[in-house]
């Protein structure tokens, strides 16, 4: 593994070799890295603190021409054995800007920094004297004097040969992230600042007319009237209709249930009164009690809106009823979105501060959700509030005006137009703007009608009752846009129905819009861009091969090969292998051991991680399963290697797995007319899955078949004639399960070989159990789980008269050959009980056993598969009472046990 050098490793270079050899070698290999007209003048070992880890650099004074520049190079190897362990990590132009600066004294002496147009850059050196001769003193005055030579002469200074290092993925490194300041932003943060920034070459302004209305109707019902007074002013069609109602329902019923459904004959007027040279369609209405907020759009830009929202605020009784408050409508309408206010704020004279207080509770509440995010009122490109905000005239104000132009048997307030414009720097709202107490940041144009509150209903004359209520402004339009002009801002003094008069405003509202075609090219690039900024800028690390072969593997094969990995990136990389269907599941099959299964790296460091693939009998059946073709290499596993704030990196584990006669079910080797290694794979995968696929019968007999495989037949000969008096024949500790010997009995048994036994006696045994263990489905199976449960010797006995008639005696042949190992106890130490317990879990096996499996659990059960095993095998009457015929003899005698 290749890590950052220290003191230690300087110390012990400089035994090995001597150090100016070393740096004028450590010299020749940076030259590598330069055109034969860029010389480096001297070299310097330093390096950064990023984050807490401290990363080696070799910086490098290199000249062309009449220009300087310093390199920074990031080391995979310390030393640099060649010009690849050589990475530029930036460089720093010597010109007017460039200055090096270093502390003199105290603790941050061997510190020094360098500063450019790009920031400032801190880097250490090392104390003593390292592989490199050049001492920062040398390195420093060199320096000075390239910042000389350009000083007395800044217009030689040509820097156009820097570009053939200026690295393309350079370009998007974020320094900020790389030295731990920031953090790799989200990529759809990233990629909506990057799409900004490219507007321009996709975005054009197309203009708009909104027409925007506010009516307090007094609670008159609209009858026959006609709005098209109000709604049709103008010569060309408007484009949009915001149409604001207020006071549409005084009944108590209606404050009661909070109305929220549209008043449709109301809505039906509107669309009656709007512009007859446009054909409009009703795009959406929103009503809270006595408020209605209406959106008109011309058919034809139906299609331009992308979403709508809708909301409202009740500022009432209690501060929720709905007899104050506003609706709301929020458009996405081309490329911007577009809020529509109706507020009908806090009445009388006296209640400025109210008035504040339901301006800041709709500016607060308001929130309007498109999709899974919400937008306020601010948040929105062109904002039109609008409807009876209820502001009136500063009383004095106004009293200083009337007084001196009062005639005798007259309304106190007719025909007053004069004062008009006089009277306006006394309205409320206006007075409440210049102090920003509310609407900051809006706009409303210049008043040029007559207040429009109030008047007596049906009639153009002011208030005549005993209150003689004060004309005021009441009814107002205001918008906050920095795209919009207003054309005409106007009342309607025909329409009488209400004591408030209706007021319109034109708008001509310069829409963001985009060019398709343009767009779609920015958009593909803009993503190229947000790609290599995540690449650039995100951890990553590179491996040696992610195809990891392991060539040809055989049972008990232990095969051993090495993943390279190497962070070759500027950030330090932590990596651990992960699970493929979870956070909790193995991240690898069970018979692929993985050493390092998560490591940190830094920049330009490796690290080997050992993978070793053990081909044991409880995991040949799987790998050879996993072979499809024969004489073929496949995937066998894909491991996922996991990068902490990056990309993941897949590792796929190839193989060609030689199948052994260990890992077969007993019925398959039953069936096999011929050894296994002179089988093809397909022939033995489509004799499998027809014995899956037939259904055992009582007394099946087939001339092709024998009544016992082979192979066990040949251990079992072996070991009565062999190995009977053997000292610890079994093992419960089964030491010899990886033993070599293995491998001579494996070829032995595949080949059906007439060769004398090739290995001990402890090994046979245990050749035997990893046959009995290998098989993919268990001797008892279907009953395995039934085994645990049973109590007694007669309900054990129960359970093999159920097995099929093959796997019946395959199991009774196995605990005939017990019987006689038990019988020479007195010689092999293989009692009853020590048989039950190493025999039991491999006949008795579950058939799939859990990796994350608790291991007391597992141990209880095998207590109990012990406990099975050991009533039948203590039972004097036990093998006469199942089985009393004798077994058919395949190629050789069978052995010669006794089951009278």
């Not at 010597?94 to 920094?113: E, H, V």
């Not at 009995?745 to 009995?772: H, K, M, Q, Y």
């Not at 019946?808 to 130490?829: G, M, P, Q």
């Not at 291991?855 to 006469?880: N, T």
Request: proline share 4%.
């Amino acid at each position: 593994m290749k890590i950052k050098c220290t003191t230690s490793d300087f110390a012990r270079h400089f035994s090995e070799e001597n150090p100016v050899k070393m740096g004028e070698s450590v010299m020749e290999i940076v030259r590598e890295k330069f055109r034969q007209e860029e010389q480096v003048v001297s070299i310097f070992e330093a390096y950064q603190l990023i984050g807490y880890e401290q990363q080696n650099r070799l910086l490098a004074l290199v000249r062309c021409h009449n220009s300087y520049a310093v390199f920074s190079f990031a080391l995979s190897t310390c030393p640099p054995e060649t010009f690849v362990d050589l990475t530029v990590e930036n460089f720093f132009p010597i010109d007017g800007d460039f200055r090096i600066d270093a502390p003199t004294a105290g603790i941050s002496k061997l510190q020094f920094r360098i500063t450019t147009t790009t920031g400032q850059h801190l880097f250490y050196y090392y104390p003593c004297q390292t592989y490199i001769h050049y001492t920062w003193e040398y390195f420093q005055n060199d320096i000075l004097a390239a910042q000389i030579a350009f000083n007395e002469h800044p217009e030689e200074g040509n820097f156009s040969w820097l570009e053939a290092f200026r690295r393309e993925d350079l370009s998007a490194i974020d320094r900020n992230i790389a030295h731990g300041r920031a953090t790799l932003k989200k990529r759809e943060s990233k990629f909506r600042e990057e799409l900004e920034k490219r507007e321009h070459e996709f975005i054009m302004y197309e203009p708009y007319r909104f027409y925007i209305a506010t009516w307090n109707v007094n609670g008159q019902p609209p009858n026959d009237i006609s709005l098209h007074e109000w709604l049709a002013t103008t010569k060309d069609p408007p484009d949009l209709y915001a149409i604001a109602f207020q006071e549409l329902d005084l009944s108590p019923k209606a404050y009661a249930v909070s109305e929220t459904r549209p008043d449709l004959v109301w809505v039906s007027r509107v669309m009656d009164g709007v512009h007859p040279g446009g054909a409009y369609e009703e795009l959406i209405s929103v009503r809270l009690v006595g408020m209605m907020l209406i959106i008109v759009i011309r058919k034809e830009l139906r299609r331009s809106i992308k979403s709508i929202a809708t909301t409202t605020v009740g500022t009432g009784t209690l501060n929720m009823m709905g007899n104050k408050g506003g609706v709301g409508v929020s458009v996405e309408f081309q490329e911007n979105f577009i809020c529509f206010v109706n507020a009908h704020l806090a009445a009388h004279v006296h209640e400025v501060v109210r008035r504040k207080e339901d301006h800041d509770e709709i500016l607060r509440r308001m929130q309007f959700e498109h999709g899974i995010t919400k937008r306020s009122i601010e948040e929105h490109d062109h904002i039109f509030w609008f409807g009876d905000l209820n502001y009136r005239i500063i009383e004095q104000q106004y009293n200083k005006f009337v007084d001196n132009v009062t005639i005798p048997g007259a309304s106190r307030f007719a025909n007053q137009e004069f004062i008009y414009a006089e009277l306006e720097p006394f309205d409320q709202l206006h007075v409440e703007m210049r102090k920003r107490n509310v609407f900051v940041g809006f706009i409303e144009g210049p008043i040029v009608f007559q207040p429009t509150y109030k008047y007596d209903p049906g009639t153009n004359v002011w208030d005549s009752s005993e209150k003689a209520r004060m004309p005021a402004w009441c009814d107002r339009i205001l918008w906050r846009s920095d795209k919009t002009h207003q054309i005409v801002y106007d009342s309607v003094m025909a329409l009488q129905l209400s004591d408030h008069k209706p007021v319109y405003a034109l708008f001509l509202t310069h829409i963001k819009c985009r060019d398709e075609e343009k767009y779609k090219k920015v958009h593909e690039e803009v993503l190229k861009t947000v790609d290599k900024y995540e690449n650039d800028n995100q951890p990553q690390i590179t491996v040696a091969e992610t195809d990891i072969d392991f060539g040809i593997i055989q049972y008990n094969s232990v095969i051993q090969r090495e993943l390279l990995v190497a962070n070759n990136c500027h950030l330090p990389v932590v990596f651990e292998f992960m699970g493929k269907e979870g956070k909790d599941s193995a991240i690898c099959e069970s018979w692929l051991d993985i050493q390092h299964t998560r490591g940190h790296l830094l920049t330009g460091n490796a690290m080997g991680i050992k993978l070793e693939l053990h081909a044991d009998s409880k995991n040949a059946w799987k790998l050879h399963r996993k072979q499809r073709e024969s004489g073929m290499k496949v995937p066998l596993d894909i491991l996922v290697l996991h990068v902490q704030n990056g990309r993941d990196i897949f590792i796929t584990i190839i193989g060609e797995y030689r199948p052994s006669c260990i890992g077969f079910s007993l019925e398959t080797l039953c069936r096999i007319q011929k050894p296994v290694t002179e089988m093809n794979l397909k022939e033995i995968l489509a004799l499998e899955r027809d014995i899956e696929a037939s259904e055992p019968k009582e007394n099946d007999t087939q001339g092709d078949r024998a009544e016992l495989p082979r192979e066990l037949w040949f251990l079992v000969d072996h070991l009565l004639n062999k190995g009977l008096k053997t000292v610890n024949l079994f093992t419960h500790e089964r030491k010899l399960r990886r033993s070599p010997q293995i491998n001579e009995i494996r070829d032995w048994l595949d080949s059906w070989s007439v060769d004398d036994f090739p290995g001990t006696n402890e090994v046979a045994a245990e050749v035997l159990l990893c046959l009995l263990e290998g098989t993919p489905v268990p001797l008892i199976h279907p009953y395995e789980d039934l085994v645990l449960t049973v109590d007694s010797y007669e309900k054990c006995k129960d359970i093999l008269t159920f097995l099929t008639p093959q796997r019946k005696k395959i199991f009774l042949y196995v605990c005939l050959f017990l019987r006689e190992v038990i019988l020479h106890a007195s010689f092999n130490r293989v009692d009853s009980h020590r048989a039950a317990r190493i025999f039991a879990p491999v006949l008795l096996k579950s058939r799939t056993v859990s990796p994350k499996v608790d291991r007391r659990l597992e141990d209880d059960r095998d207590e109990k598969r012990a406990r099975f095993l050991l009533r039948l095998l203590e039972s004097s009457d036990f093998l006469r009472g199942l089985y009393t015929t004798d077994f058919k003899v395949c190629n050789r005698s069978m052995p010669l046990v006794d089951i009278s």
